[in-house]
Each structure stands twice: as structure tokens, then as C-alpha cells.
T-cell receptor, first 114, second 109 residues
Framework: DGGITQSPKYLFRKEGQNVTLSCEQN?????MYWYRQDPGQGLRLIYY???????QKGDIAEGYSVSREKKESFPLTVTSAQKNPTAFYLC?????????????FGPGTRLTVT | KNEVEQSPQNLTAQEGEFITINCSYS?????LHWLQQHPGGGIVSLFM???GKKKHGRLIATINIQEKHSSLHITASHPRDSAVYIC???????????FGSGTKLNVKP
């Protein structure tokens, strides 16, 4: 089965700790994205990558970091510098970058930092 | 100013009713996407369109490029249609999407 997996589904961390969210896809997609969703708000782009070993900041990249060492994987690290990290995080992929390709979403990771 | 505006924000309907959700956007687009988010949080893509109209089962999506407006219609609504419907546009010349804040639909039996 082709798709995107995110793990874990729920994640709890203490303030001041870095945490890494996993995103893996087996769709052979070039482009991958990380979004943040807060209650009552639309999805906001954190980082995106159009190709292996390359990524760009989105609208709210401060306090986050990513890597794209493999086509299948695009992990997101939420650092202690992110002032309000508690949110729902969604990973997505598409065949290529740009807005003309369908995005496929993972099931999301709900991060709670206390 | 949001690049994508959806209306209504919340919608309650009785089973069987015809439902319309509207989306207006202000940027040049490559394509417009309608997404469905279920209470568990997962998002699925319903439609991607750049012109005209598409139909899938009881769902119909239309777009008017000149007016920068799209509508999502649900015919014969059912409680299982209850979800948040999100309009997103793939911005032309930019490798990103803009998302509306979503329309929360509740269909009562």
C-alpha cells in the first residue's frame, strides 16, 4: 500500500526539549511538506522540500528544522526555540513541487508540550 | 488579509439537504484543491481543479477562474459527510499552497 506515515500519533514533551517528528512516504514523490494546524485556524506551512538535499522555509519556520537526506523521509525537529509548539502537525507529499499536483497527507502527530 | 476565504465557517444541515461551501481566493493559481478533514485529523484530497466542474459521487466542485471563486456542493447529504472541508490553492509561480480556515459541516440524521 502506498501512502504517508507519521509517527507517533501523540507525543508529549517537557518544555525545553527538542523533539523530532517522523514522516515517511513510499509514493516516490519528489516534494514533501510540513504543516502546523492550530484549533480554528487553517494549515500553515513550516518547511517544504522539492528534492532530496534541498528544502525551503515556509511561513512559520522559526523554531523548527528539517532534513531531506532520503527521498522517502522528511523529519521535522521542533526545537526549544519554538515558543508555542503544542499543535497538530501534518506531513504531506506531492509528485512534484508547485500547486498543480495533488497533495497526499499523513495522519498527523499531535504534539503537547508542558 | 487571507489569500483564501471560505464561507460559511460552520454549517449544520439535516440529512438529505443540498449543501454548498464557497471559496474565494486572491492569488493567481495553478490549481484549486478541496480537502476533507475528519474528526481524527486525517486529511484526504477530494478534488483538484483548474477550470470547469468535477463530480465524484454526491460531491461536485466548480471553479470560476475569472471571478476567483469555487464552490463545493454535496447532494443528498448524509451524517457521514460531517467533517471539515478545506479549500486550498496552489499559487502560480510559487511552490506553496494557501489554505482556507475550513468549513465545519455537521449533518444531523
Amino acid at each position: 500500500d502506498g501512502g504517508i506515515t507519521q509517527s507517533p500519533k501523540y507525543l508529549f514533551r517537557k518544555e525545553g526539549q527538542n523533539v523530532t517528528l517522523s514522516c515517511e512516504q513510499n509514493l516516490n514523490h519528489d516534494a514533501m511538506y510540513w504543516y502546523r494546524q492550530d484549533p480554528g485556524q487553517g494549515l500553515r506551512l513550516i518547511y517544504y522540500s522539492q528534492i532530496v538535499n534541498d528544502f525551503q522555509k515556509g511561513d512559520i519556520a522559526e523554531g523548527y528544522s528539517v532534513s531531506r537526506e532520503k527521498k522517502e523521509s522528511f523529519p521535522l525537529t521542533v526545537t526549544s526555540a519554538q515558543k508555542n509548539p503544542t499543535a497538530f502537525y501534518l506531513c504531506a507529499s506531492s509528485r512534484a513541487g508547485g500547486g498543480a499536483y495533488e497533495q497526499y497527507f499523513g495522519p498527523g502527530t499531535r504534539l503537547t508540550v508542558t | 488579509k487571507n489569500e483564501v476565504e471560505q464561507s460559511p465557517q460552520n454549517l449544520t444541515a439535516q440529512e438529505g439537504e443540498f449543501i454548498t461551501i464557497n471559496c474565494s481566493y486572491s492569488v493567481g493559481i495553478s490549481a484549486l484543491h478541496w480537502l476533507q478533514q475528519h474528526p481524527g485529523g486525517g486529511i484526504v484530497s477530494l478534488f483538484m481543479l483548474s477550470s470547469g466542474k468535477k463530480k465524484h459521487g454526491r460531491l461536485i466542485a466548480t471553479i470560476n477562474i475569472q471571478e476567483k471563486h469555487s464552490s463545493l456542493h454535496i447532494t443528498a447529504s448524509h451524517p457521514r459527510d460531517s467533517a471539515v472541508y478545506i479549500c486550498a490553492v496552489g499559487a502560480y509561480n510559487f511552490n506553496k499552497f494557501y489554505f482556507g480556515s475550513g468549513t465545519k459541516l455537521n449533518v444531523k440524521p
